[in-house]
């Protein structure tokens, strides 16, 4: 589980209402507070990479002068307890056998 709060800076506070409205209807997206030219989001996600893409679909919309993330935390434990359970030492004794035109990268990047 992810989970961050964003403060987005508006560019008018006549525009609050409607922003509300379509960041309300953002999936795991919740307006917690409005005051003045700024509200706050918070946002809950299984991945890091919904979250940044709705940082920047919020950063987008019309009447948004900027968007600041105030705290963002990530539950990493299946992915500390994976890299600890990976073998990563019998991984590089293999790597280091072989010559390296025979080794072939078959994961994927996540970016």
Known sequence: MNISSLVVYLKDQSLAQNLIAEI?????CEV?????DKI????ESEEL???IKVF????AMQGV??????YTYQDLDDDIEAVNNNNLENIMLEIDSKDAKDIE???????
Do not use: C, P, W
Request: no cysteine.
């Open 24 to 28: 309300s209807k953002i999936e795991g």
């Open 32 to 36: 917690a507070a409005n005051q003045d």
């Open 40 to 43: 706050v989001v918070t946002i």
């Open 49 to 51: 990479d919904y979250e």
């Open 56 to 59: 920047k679909n919020i950063q």
């Open 65 to 70: 002068r900027d968007v600041s993330m105030i």
């Open 105 to 111: 990268y078959s994961g994927h990047l996540k970016i």
